[in-house]
């Protein structure tokens, strides 16, 4: 058994540690201070979220004594472009869409949301997860920093680069340039589509990363559900085979099988569309 010294003195102190057998303490000892858990933020429709820029500690709605909202919860939100890209009545999905909400305001350095769906009702927003912006055209680069100091240790050890959140031809245009920098223009390119507006950009997509001696599409169905709605999945998947096929393509598919339906209650890429598409003639 364990128990804190002092036994309920806070949270974050050192642990102690007994051993016992037959009723009979074996040995002691003291383990070192575990770190305290992230607490998720419970969210039900009609809650109001703060999102805050930067690395802010998440914290829960403050109520006062009737038991009203005083102040809202908030998350912090590490993508500077984001606050001043989004707008009033904007859509925002948390977590693959197991909560999702409209933008009510929008301030230098916060944006408030109305939570307009939670999964079951009420859902928990856990630390690291994914926020979803389908409506907002986010000025962001290609290829950042971080991006190109990836792609030269790519270009020495890896046979493919895929390009995450593509969204224009230029993307793409960026990035071979880059590979020819490298020397390493022989590296395949496998293009992400994971938003509405690379999916309705998928035709001059194409066009500019066959340019490119490899190239492959992937179907990243999970962030591309959230973003066109689960049941428009199976005839948006359906669309970009066609397109592909046509381009002489190979297309991956990528998706976490029934997880997010085990584990919250949420429809996933798979359960959403693959009944529908292997119904058809094709081979995929």
Request: proline share 4%; with cysteine.
């Amino acid at each position: 058994m364990f128990r804190p010294p002092g036994h309920g003195q806070g949270r974050g102190r050192a642990l102690e540690l007994t051993l016992r057998r037959h009723r009979n303490n074996v040995a002691t000892a003291v383990v070192g201070t575990l770190p305290s858990r992230p607490q998720a933020l419970l969210l039900r429709v009609g809650d109001m979220l703060e999102v805050v820029n930067g690395a802010a500690p998440r914290r829960s709605a403050v109520c006062d004594e009737d038991g009203s909202t005083a102040e809202a919860a908030f998350i912090g939100c590490s993508l500077e472009a984001a606050f001043s890209s989004v707008r009033e009545g904007e859509r925002i999905f948390f977590d693959d869409g197991r909560i999702s909400g409209t933008i009510r305001e929008v301030m230098p350095d916060r944006f408030h949301v109305e939570i307009t769906y939670a999964a079951t009702g009420a859902a928990k927003l856990h630390a690291e997860r994914g926020i979803n912006l389908p409506d907002t055209e986010l000025d962001l680069p290609a290829l950042g920093t971080a991006d190109l100091e990836a792609l030269a240790f790519v270009a020495r050890h890896a046979d493919l680069v895929a390009m995450s959140f593509v969204q224009r031809p230029q993307d793409i245009e960026e990035l071979i340039a880059a590979l020819d920098r490298l020397a390493a223009s022989h590296l395949g390119i496998a293009l992400k589509i994971e938003t509405q507006k690379a999916f309705r950009r998928l035709p001059s997509l194409l066009l500019a990363v066959m340019r490119h001696a490899t190239a492959a599409v992937m179907v990243a169905r999970g962030d591309l559900g959230v973003e066109v709605g689960f049941e428009r999945l199976a005839e948006v998947q359906e669309e970009v085979l066609w397109l592909c096929e046509a381009a002489h393509i190979p297309v991956i598919w990528a998706t976490r099988v029934l997880e997010s339906l085990a584990k919250g209650g949420t429809k996933t890429g798979f359960t959403s569309g693959n009944g529908r598409t292997f119904q058809g003639d094709r081979p995929w």
